[in-house]
């Protein structure tokens, strides 16, 4: 018969969830997780250290390492992938340990590498349960612990950026089309006027605009400049070529996360009267730069953005 007490010894506690957008490619962030010599320089909080590691990133694999505290106190990670999709998605199954191999608590997690606009954002869900209940106060206070370790984590991924690695560029063209409810007046307004553009550019939860101007014409000039929560900042950068009233927009525009040039793209955006209403056509003809965006994620976004003008011409 379990007793009260070891009830609550292997009580689940509620799971932790903590997130992080880094300015890199999702393979760079990926790879810091499945790197043994990666995983021993940021996988521990401030002041802490993992002078030992085995990882195996593949099903079943090792994901063992040694932490030590400032003091010289030693807690061992003992655990093992369960899932491994490269670069979306890890799920480790860990125990953490004494030095004498006593188990303290255990911990499902599970890490989330997804593509956005500004870099990779990395989701990190981790299910504890408590297995010796004197430790309890370990998951308890993983929240903060998680903070210092993501910012190790940041600053591993973006030395990790910034080594010298070979340039590269990739090509790539897509073409989306809107059919909108409202007159090829109204949708060009919301293209070139400011305040009616900013209900629906440059817009996102976390995001606060830095610099924003606007000047719709040909040789005309637009920015818009955010800083994220992470502390990370993305520039939308467009010189315009040709603005034809009610009809055509064509224009170049670099994309940079900090001072990092990602793309230069050119855009292309046709408007016709169709059905009552206003049929866009948007082409958009991109050079993606050392791995850090592509056209699948570019393409993404601007149907995210299409759908927010969209919402935006509904009185």
Known sequence: MTTASEAKATAQRQPLTVGRTYAVARDVVFGAWTATEAVKRWFCPAGFTVPEAKIEAREGGAFDLRMQSPEGESHWIRGRFVDVDAPARLVID???????????????????????????????????????????????GAGQGWTQTLDKLG???????????????????????????????????????????????????????????????????????????????????????????????????????????????LATIDLKARDGGTHLVMTEQGAFLDGYDDAGSRERGTNFLLDALGASLVD
């Open 94 to 140: 860990m125990t953490v340990t004494d030095e004498k191999g006593h188990a303290l608590f255990s911990a499902l997690t599970t890490a989330t590498f997804t593509d956005v606009a500004q870099g990779t954002r990395l989701d990190v869900e981790q299910r504890y349960t408590v297995l010796d209940p004197a430790f309890a106060w370990m998951p308890e």
């Open 155 to 265: 600053r591993e991924v973006m030395r990790e950026a910034e080594a010298p690695t070979s340039r590269s560029v990739v090509h790539a063209t897509f073409r989306i089309e809107r059919q909108y409810p409202a007159s090829p007046a109204r949708v060009f307004r919301a293209l070139v006027e400011r305040e009616a553009k900013d209900r629906w550019f440059a817009r996102g939860e976390g995001l606060t605009l830095i610099e924003r101007t606007m000047d719709v014409r040909p040789g005309g000039r637009e920015i818009a400049k955010g800083k994220w929560q992470s502390g990370m900042v993305s520039t939308f950068d467009a010189l315009y070529y040709d603005v034809v009233k009610d009809t055509r927009l064509v224009y170049a525009y670099e994309m940079h996360l900090d001072t990092r040039k990602i793309s230069v793209s």
